[in-house]
C-alpha cells in the first residue's frame, strides 16, 4: 500500500534560520511533488520531482528527491514570515491494473517567527 | 488562460441528503481529479476522470461518483450524506499524455461541504 509520512508536523522556526521537512514514501511512485496551503486556501503546486537526484529551487525553498531511500526533502533557508503556510508532499503511481493513485503526506504546518 | 473553477464555494446539507459539486478544469487540460480534505487533515483522493472514464479511485464508497464531460469539465456527486462528508472538496485538472501527466496539478479554490 502506498503511504506517505512527513515529519515534523509541526514546525516554528525563527525568520532567518534553516530547516529541512522530510517525506518518506513506502513503495515505488512516479512522481514527488510538493505543494503549500494557506489556512482557509487551496493547494499551491511548488514543485515537481521526476526522477532520482532531482533537485528544484525557487526562492527560499529547495526540493529534493532520492528514490532509492524514497526520500524527498524540502530545505528553507532564512526563513520569513511568509513562507508560514502547511507544506504537503505527494506521490502518484500508475498501479499495475493501469489505474492511478495519488496519495498525500500529513502534512507540515511551518510557523516562522519575527 | 483560465485557472481551475468550482461551484459552488459554499454548501450547507442535512445528512441522508444528496450533493453535486462541479468543476470546470484549466485550460488545455483534460484530466480532473477530486479530494477530500476533513479540516487540520491532508487531502484525501477520491477519483480520477480522463477521457470521461473513471481512471482510478481512493478508499472511497460507492456513494461518492463523478461524471466527466466532453469538455473535460466534471461533477462529484454524493449520495445519502453523512456528517463526515463534511470537509473542504477539491478539484485539481492537469493534462495527461498516455498514462502520466506531463505536469503537476493545479487546484481549484474549492467548495466547502456542511453536513448537518
Known amino acids: 500500500e502506498l503511504k506517505v509520512e512527513q515529519n515534523p508536523l509541526f514546525l516554528s522556526m525563527q525568520e532567518g534560520k534553516n530547516y529541512t521537512i522530510y517525506c518518506n514514501y513506502s513503495?515505488?511512485?512516479?512522481?514527488l511533488y510538493w505543494y503549500r496551503q494557506d489556512p482557509g486556501k487551496s493547494l499551491e503546486s511548488l514543485f515537481v520531482?521526476?526522477?532520482?537526484?532531482a533537485v528544484k529551487q525557487e526562492g527560499r525553498l529547495m526540493a529534493s528527491l532520492d528514490t532509492k531511500a524514497r526520500l524527498s526533502t524540502l530545505h528553507i533557508t532564512a526563513a520569513v514570515h511568509d513562507l508560514s503556510a502547511t507544506y504537503f508532499c505527494?506521490?502518484?503511481?500508475?498501479?499495475?491494473?493501469?489505474?492511478?493513485?495519488?496519495?498525500f503526506g500529513t502534512g507540515t504546518r511551518l510557523k516562522v517567527l519575527a | 488562460e483560465t485557472g481551475v473553477t468550482q461551484s459552488p464555494t459554499h454548501l450547507i446539507k442535512t445528512r441522508g441528503q444528496q450533493v453535486t459539486l462541479r468543476c470546470s478544469s484549466q485550460?488545455?487540460?483534460?484530466?480532473v481529479s477530486w479530494y477530500q480534505q476533513a479540516l487540520g487533515q491532508g487531502p484525501q483522493f477520491i477519483f480520477q476522470?480522463?477521457?470521461?472514464?473513471?481512471?482510478g479511485r481512493g478508499n472511497f464508497p460507492p456513494r461518492f461518483s463523478g461524471l466527466q464531460f466532453p469538455n473535460y469539465s466534471s461533477e462529484l456527486n454524493v449520495n445519502a450524506l453523512e456528517l463526515d462528508d463534511s470537509a473542504l472538496y477539491l478539484c485539481?485538472?492537469?493534462?495527461?499524455?498516455?498514462?502520466?501527466?506531463?505536469?503537476?496539478?493545479?487546484f481549484g479554490p474549492g467548495t466547502r461541504l456542511t453536513v448537518l
Open positions: 485539481a485538472s492537469s493534462f495527461r499524455q498516455g498514462q502520466v501527466d506531463t505536469d503537476t496539478q493545479y
Open positions: 476522470y480522463y477521457r470521461e472514464e473513471e481512471n
Open positions: 485550460s488545455g487540460h483534460n484530466t
Open positions: 505527494a506521490v502518484d503511481r500508475v498501479q499495475p491494473s493501469g489505474t492511478y493513485k495519488y496519495i
Open positions: 513503495t515505488t511512485s512516479d512522481r
Open positions: 520531482l521526476l526522477s532520482n537526484g
